[in-house]
C-alpha cells in the first residue's frame, strides 16, 4: 500500500521485517551500482573518490530506503542523491585547494627569507651530522614528545641511562650547530616534557 508524503511523494509503507528491508536495499544495490559507479566515474578525479561518492549514495539510500522508489523512478533518485554527495565532494575539494594554496603562498614567502633559509639548512645540516642513536633520541624528545621513562621503555633501557645518553646528544647537537660558523647559534627548545637534562 503507497502513502503519499509531504511534497506529494510517493512512499513505501515501512517494513516491519528487518529481512525485507535487507532483500530490497540488496535488490536496489544490484540493478543500480554500476549505472551510478559509471555516474561517479566520469564526474570525479580518480576511482577512489567515485568508490566515495557511490558509497555516500548508498549509504543514504540504506537510511531513507522508505523514500527510493521503485523500478526505474529508483535510479533516478540515487543519481539524484549521488548529484548531490558530489556537490558536497566538489566543495570540499574547492576548500582543500584554497587552502593548500594559501598554505603554498604563505611557505613561499616565508622559504624566501634568506636567514630563514640559513638557518634551517644549518639545522638540518647540524642534525643531520649527528650518529643516527643521537638522531633517534632526540627526535623521540622534540617529535614524538616522549619523557625520559618512556624513551627508556622504547631503547629497552633505564631512565639514568636515556638522562645521560640524552645530555650527551644535546652537548653534540649544539657543538654541531656551532660549527655551522656562518649561522649564528639558534637557541635549543625547551624539553617538551618539562624534565630537565
Known amino acids: 500500500m503507497w502513502q503519499v508524503s509531504k511534497g506529494a511523494t510517493l512512499r513505501y509503507p515501512q517494513a516491519a521485517d528487518p529481512d ?8 536496489i544495490y544490484t540493478v543500480n551500482c554500476g549505472p551510478i559507479l559509471g555516474y561517479a566515474l566520469r564526474r570525479t578525479g580518480n576511482g577512489d573518490d567515485a568508490a566515495d561518492v557511490v558509497a555516500e549514495t ?37 576548500r ?27 639545522i638540518a645540516a647540524a642534525f643531520g651530522s ?7 633520541l632526540l627526535s623521540l624528545v622534540a617529535w614524538e614528545g616522549l619523557g ?31 660549527s655551522q660558523h656562518d649561522q649564528p647559534r639558534p637557541a635549543l627548545a625547551p624539553i617538551a616534557n618539562g624534565e630537565a637534562p
Open 20 to 27: 525485507e528491508r535487507r532483500r530490497r536495499f540488496e535488490a
Open 58 to 94: 548508498f549509504l543514504t539510500a540504506w537510511r531513507r530506503l522508505d523514500d527510493v522508489p521503485s523500478g526505474e523512478d529508483a535510479r533516478l533518485w540515487l543519481y539524484g542523491v549521488a548529484r548531490r554527495v558530489l556537490a558536497n565532494h566538489y566543495r570540499g575539494e574547492r
Open 148 to 178: 625520559h621513562a618512556e624513551i627508556a621503555s622504547v631503547l629497552g633501557c633505564s631512565r639514568n641511562a636515556v638522562r645521560i645518553r640524552l645530555h650527551r646528544a644535546r652537548s653534540r647537537f649544539a657543538a654541531a650547530l656551532s
Open 96 to 122: 582543500k585547494t584554497e587552502l593548500a594554496d594559501r598554505l603554498r603562498a604563505d611557505l613561499a614567502v616565508t622559504c624566501q627569507d634568506p636567514e630563514y633559509t640559513g638557518s634551517l639548512a644549518g
Open 130 to 136: 649527528l650518529a643516527g642513536a643521537d638522531r633517534e
